[in-house]
């Protein structure tokens, strides 16, 4: 029987709650993990006043979860809360397995005083991600952790063995309780700016003491995973005096380039390397909003060993560039195509663009008004979530759960409508998809399931011609991109996975007033070799409630 494997906690300058693992505990012979996880309310005071969050275990942010690639994860989740709850897997594919994906199109919510035990693997999968409440607008209150998918012994990294290996979360964070949010958003109001930002919890502090302090060696390389689990906002990660090497992005490891600053957009995950160059002194580490009226920040505090001089004067600034070179240096995000990832084959013996597409979908988000209450769309259809997970309906053929025809695959005109949208697609299908964003804000789309590859980035209006421009040798596959002001992404992904797959905003907003829908991947052949059955444990509810598998 596997058992989680053993962290310790350290808080970095008083401020940076982190996470270190201890590689020698990792047991590649032992490939069952099991966790009991308890999710509660707490009254903790991230921004200074006391609120209401979501815990779990007590912790906040909760439990890190440290695993090896294909480590078969049992996780008996207990609802303690006084309304139902689930918890998503941010960037793991769940391969055919989209029953432990964790969103109100696969789950049915885990009602208030029971439990679920998910189980899944992080099946040929390394990199940096994280989970979080996917319920109703439980993650503006927390709920949300780290999860580290390591290689496997026998696989090599593109990179030295790090000296350390440390976990900033980031995010921007409201003062007003969740509730209160998501009762304005139901009312049909929109969220104004975010009251502060966090970093593993916290925002800006005092020193209280060596025991608080974590020591890093002169000359010594460490590495820091970066996950935005923000709400609303693009964040900017920045180490004054440090220089960062960008190692791997969402589960690809990529071209080794340096940055003074990086740009990680809401859903976003990287990982660099950090080497201690510098005078031996204090240093500050920076995460602040991107593209905000008000720029907000947290920062923390980067110790020498052997420092005798503490962080003085005003914080590094943000960097000079705005949009425009935003989108350069995401251009600059290179697949490594010599270096393997979770498996031992090079990841560019994938040779994603000589295959030919099975489709273009372009889709379009809007924000607007329905019933005189602001609303959020993709090609004009705004997503409802029905009392029924959509994987339910598919599995038991229950008609009338989801449209398969509301949404178009190019944007439309006329007013917006509500609907639960289903895209159908079929295993194997290469798509491309192009976001086109034809409003003055930054878009963040997510795709559960799969990862793909942004081959493409450009201002204005998309059109054919683009592919001109696609980046077709060693665009970064990921699961998360950045669309930008009154600009286009390009995506391709081979679906490859077969289940009901959600392609939603990461902006938890948007996602939450209608900017998401569904994939359906399938395929007429019964096999387990596409897709397992559904759990004995599942929670059946709405219109599958007393049915049997």
Known sequence: MGKPVLLHSLLLSGLLLLAVLDVSLV??????????????????????APQQVIL?????????????????????????????????????????????????????????????TYNFQPKDQIGSFNYFPSTGFHRAAGGYGAINVYQRPRIPIPYATPDGDFTLLVGDWYKTDHKALQASLDSGNSLPLPDGVLINGHT?????????????????????????????????????????????????????????????????????????????????????????????????????????????????AEPSYQLDGSMEQARTYRWNLTSNAARPNPQGSFHYGTIKTTKTIV???????????????????????????LKLADYFNIPGVFSMNSLKTTPTTGAATLATSVVPTSL?????????????????????????WVVGFGSGQWTPA?????????AVARHTTQVYPNSWTAILVS??????????????????????????????????????????NALLCGKAAGRKP
């Not at 889709?363 to 009392?387: E, M, W």
């Not at 905003?505 to 395929?523: D, N, P």
Request: aromatic share 12%; charged share 15%; proline share 5%.
């Open 204 to 316: 800006q502090a005092t020193f209280s003491g060596d025991q608080d302090t974590l020591f890093l060696s002169t000359g010594k390389t460490y590495k820091f995973r970066v996950s935005n689990v923000g709400l609303k906002n693009t964040l900017n990660f920045r180490i004054q005096g440090h220089t960062m090497k960008l190692i791997e992005v969402e589960g690809s490891h990529v071209v080794q380039n340096m940055y003074d600053s990086l740009d990680v957009h809401v859903g976003q995950s990287v990982n660099v390397l950090v080497t201690l160059n510098q005078a031996p002194k204090d240093y500050y580490i920076v995460a602040s909003t991107r593209f905000t009226p008000k720029m907000l920040v947290a920062s923390g505090v980067l110790h020498y060993t052997n420092s005798q001089t503490p962080v003085s004067g005003p914080l590094p």
């Open 495 to 536: 679906l490859d996975n077969q289940g009901m797959w959600n392609m939603r905003s990461a902006i938890w907003e948007r996602q939450y007033l209608g900017q998401q829908f569904y994939l359906r991947v399938w395929t007429a052949e019964k096999s387990l070799a596409n897709e397992y059955n559904i759990p004995s």
């Open 56 to 116: 779990i275990n007590g912790q906040f942010p909760g439990p890190q979860l440290d695993v090896v690639t294909n480590d078969n994860l049992v996780l008996n989740l207990i609802n303690k809360l006084d309304v139902p709850f689930l918890l998503t897997w941010n960037g793991i594919k769940q391969r055919k397995n989209s029953w432990q994906d964790g969103v109100l199109g696969t789950n049915c919510p885990i009602p208030p005083g029971s439990n679920y």
């Open 27 to 48: 047991n590649a012979d032992d490939p069952y993990r099991f966790y009991t996880w308890t999710v509660t309310y707490g009254t903790i005071s991230p921004l200074g």
């Open 466 to 474: 683009k592919r001109n421009t696609y980046n077709l040798a060693d």
């Open 428 to 452: 194997h299908d290469f798509i491309e998809f192009v976001f086109q964003n034809n409003e003055n804000t930054m878009q963040s789309w997510h795709l559960d399931g799969s990862s793909f």
């Open 363 to 389: 889709l379009s988000n809007s924000a607007t008004k329905i019933n005189g209450k602001q609303r959020y769309a993709v090609n004009g259809v705004s997503y409802v979530n029905p009392d029924t997970p």
